[in-house]
C-alpha cells in the first residue's frame, strides 16, 4: 500500500511539473506587453485583438487564440506571442509580427453582364491598414461600358469589440440596359446612378455574418425623349435599408471545392418618401461535396423575388445578362423576379501550380497558382413578373462540359459546349464561376 502511495505521489509530482514546464503558459500573470516589428499598425490595434491586456490572468488556450486572430487581421505575414522573465506567475508577453505590403493599385477589368462587347477597365487602389488602424480604405474608377466610380472605408471598430465592422460606400455610375417588356419605359434605358450607404455588420466566428444596411439611392435618366424612371421628373430620389445572413465555410471563394455557402437578404426601395415602393427577397444557396481528392460536386439554388406596387424598370432581373444558362447562353428572359439552379461536376486534370514570381516586395504573389479542371454541368432557370408563378413552358435549361482554368488573382475562365432548349450544341466563353 505504501508503496502504491508513493507511485501515485511520484505520478502527481511529476505530472505538474512536466506541465510546469512544457506549458509555462498556464495561468500566467500579464505583467508587461512588449509589440515588436510593427511598423505602421498602432499597438493599440494588436492589443485589442489579444483579447487580454496589462494584469489579466491567462492561460495557453489564450495565447493560441491571440494568435489566430493576428494571423486573421490580414494584417501580419507571421505573428510569435511567447513569455519572457517569469517570476512565479507573472511574466512580460511578447509579440513579434510581421507585417504584410498593406497599399497596393490593382487592375479594375470586367465584362458587364458577360458580354464581351460590354468591357470596362480602370484601376483601383487599396489600404488594407488606413492610417495603422486596420482599417480598410479601397478606391476605384473604370471606364469602357458603363463606366463608374466607388470608394469603400471599412473599420473593425465600432464598440469595444472587433466582432462589428462599419461600412461607408460611395458610388457613381452609368447603367444601360435593353429591356425585353418595355411598356411605358423606353426599350433601352441609359440612367446614371448614384448611392452613398452606411451597413453594420456583426460577425461570429470566420464563417457567419449579418448586416443590416441603409442608403440613399438617386437615379437620374439620361436618355433624351423618353421616360426611364418612376418619376415624370426624369429623377428618382429615395431611401433603401435591407438585412442579410450569410453563413460561408468554402475553402476558396472563387472556386470552392468543398464547404457551404447560404445567403439570405431582404431588401426594401422607398421607404414612405418616393414613388418607388418594393422588397425583394434574395437567397443563394450553395454546397460543395468532395467525392475524393480531384473529384467534386457543386450545388446551387438561387432566386431573387419582387413584391409591391411600383418596380422599377432598371431594376428589373434578367436571364441572360449576369446570370445565364449554358446550353442558352445567348437567350435573354427579363422578370420582375428570378429563381435557378445549378448543378456541376468537376474532375481536376491539373493540381494547382505554384507560379514562383521573381518579386520579392509582395510575398503573396509567390503563392498564386494555376489549376484545370473537367466539368459536367446542368443549368435550369426562369426570370417571371412579381405576383406570378414560375412557368414550366417558360423554363430555360442547359447542359453541356467544359474546361474550367484556375487563373491567378481569383480569376476563373471556362470554355465549354453546351445544349438547351433550342436543342442546338454552342460554344461558350464563361468569365467568372457559374456557381
Request: charged share 20%; net charge neutral.
Amino acid at each position: 500500500m505504501r508503496f502504491i502511495l508513493i507511485l501515485l505521489f511520484l505520478f502527481v509530482l511529476i505530472h505538474y511539473s512536466l506541465a510546469s514546464w512544457i506549458d509555462p503558459f498556464n495561468e500566467v500573470i500579464v505583467r508587461n506587453i512588449v509589440i515588436e516589428g510593427n511598423k505602421i499598425t498602432k499597438p493599440w490595434v494588436i492589443q485589442r485583438f489579444l483579447g487580454f491586456s496589462q494584469g489579466d490572468t491567462i492561460t495557453t488556450d489564450q495565447f493560441t487564440a491571440a494568435t489566430q486572430r493576428l494571423y486573421e487581421s490580414d494584417l501580419f505575414s507571421s505573428v510569435t506571442i511567447r513569455a519572457e522573465n517569469r517570476i512565479g506567475k507573472e511574466v512580460d508577453v511578447v509579440i513579434q509580427v510581421k507585417e504584410k505590403w498593406y497599399i497596393y493599385p490593382f487592375p479594375v477589368i470586367g465584362l458587364r453582364d458577360r458580354d464581351w462587347k460590354k468591357f470596362y477597365g480602370g484601376l483601383g487602389i487599396r489600404d488594407n491598414n488606413f492610417l495603422g488602424r486596420s482599417e480598410k480604405l479601397a478606391c476605384l474608377f473604370a471606364i469602357g461600358y458603363d463606366p463608374f466610380i466607388s470608394i469603400t472605408f471599412t473599420s473593425p471598430w465600432v464598440g469595444r469589440s472587433y466582432n462589428y465592422l462599419l461600412t461607408l460606400g460611395g458610388n457613381i455610375s452609368r447603367g444601360r440596359l435593353s429591356l425585353i417588356q418595355s411598356e411605358d419605359y423606353a426599350s433601352n434605358l441609359d440612367n446614371l446612378y448614384g448611392d452613398a450607404s452606411i451597413t453594420l455588420t456583426r460577425v461570429y466566428g470566420s464563417t457567419v455574418s449579418a448586416a443590416c444596411m441603409l442608403a440613399y439611392n438617386y437615379v437620374v435618366n439620361k436618355s433624351e425623349g423618353v421616360t426611364t424612371t418612376v418619376s415624370a421628373t426624369g429623377r428618382d430620389i429615395f431611401a433603401s435599408a435591407g438585412f442579410s445572413f450569410i453563413f460561408d465555410t468554402r475553402n476558396v471563394k472563387w472556386f470552392p471545392t468543398r464547404g457551404e455557402f447560404v445567403n439570405i437578404g431582404i431588401d426594401k426601395f422607398g421607404l414612405g418618401e418616393s414613388q418607388v415602393d418594393f422588397a425583394r427577397f434574395i437567397f443563394d444557396a450553395r454546397k460543395f461535396i468532395p467525392i475524393t481528392s480531384s473529384i467534386s460536386v457543386a450545388a446551387r439554388l438561387h432566386g431573387n423575388i419582387a413584391g409591391g406596387p411600383v418596380v422599377p424598370p432598371y431594376y428589373d432581373v434578367f436571364i441572360g445578362y449576369g446570370e445565364r444558362i449554358r446550353g442558352m447562353f445567348s437567350t435573354v428572359q427579363e422578370g420582375q423576379s428570378i429563381i435557378g439552379s445549378n448543378l456541376e461536376m468537376r474532375f481536376r486534370l491539373l493540381k494547382d501550380v505554384p507560379l514562383n514570381l521573381p518579386i520579392g516586395l509582395v510575398d503573396d504573389l509567390n503563392h498564386v497558382g494555376i489549376g484545370v479542371y473537367w466539368s459536367l454541368f446542368g443549368d435550369v432557370g426562369e426570370a417571371f413578373q412579381k405576383g406570378n408563378m414560375p412557368s414550366y413552358d417558360r423554363l430555360l435549361y442547359g447542359y453541356g462540359g467544359g474546361l474550367s482554368f484556375v487563373m491567378p488573382f481569383n480569376v476563373v475562365v471556362q470554355l465549354a459546349i453546351a445544349r438547351g432548349n433550342s436543342r442546338k450544341l454552342e460554344a461558350i466563353l464563361v468569365l467568372g464561376t457559374v456557381i
